[in-house]
């Protein structure tokens, strides 16, 4: 069965840059992938997700044009690139795959696979 690793994450400046990866145990092509994050006392949000063969990227509007989502199937990698962070984006980020051959969602409930999780703490 699938596993997602991560890798990534940690402490930053507000206004500063993280990125973070996500790496799979088989191919991934088959696969919508998606990160979503998870604040203390909030209910899991999808902030980005990318369909298989890379054909769209979908993104929560308050990190539009601030975060960047992007796979690489021939090494079994997703990838999240943020950059103007701001304390609002701390939170518990994961990377998840979606059931084979499904298109993107932003309901956690849909996602059969998930990444362990990674720290994101932006603040000065």
């Known amino acids: 069965q699938l596993q997602l690793a991560q890798a990534g994450g940690g402490l930053v400046n507000p206004g500063g840059s993280l990125s973070l990866s996500c790496t799979a145990s088989?191919?991934?092509?088959?696969?919508?992938l998606a990160w979503f994050r998870q604040a203390p006392g909030e209910k899991r949000e999808a902030i980005a997700c990318?369909?298989?063969?890379?054909?769209?990227?979908y993104y929560l509007y308050s990190v539009k044009g601030r975060f960047t989502i992007s796979r690489e199937d021939a090494k079994k990698a997703m990838y999240l690139q943020m950059d103007n962070l701001t304390p609002e984006d701390s939170a518990l980020y994961y990377c998840?795959?979606?059931?084979?051959?499904?298109?993107?969602?932003?309901?956690?409930?849909?996602?059969?696979?998930w990444g362990p999780g990674t720290q994101v703490v932006v603040s000065s």
């Open positions: 990318i369909t298989r063969h890379d054909t769209a990227q």
């Open positions: 088989e191919i991934t092509s088959t696969y919508a």
């Open positions: 998840a795959a979606h059931i084979p051959n499904t298109p993107c969602s932003a309901d956690a409930r849909e996602y059969s696979r």
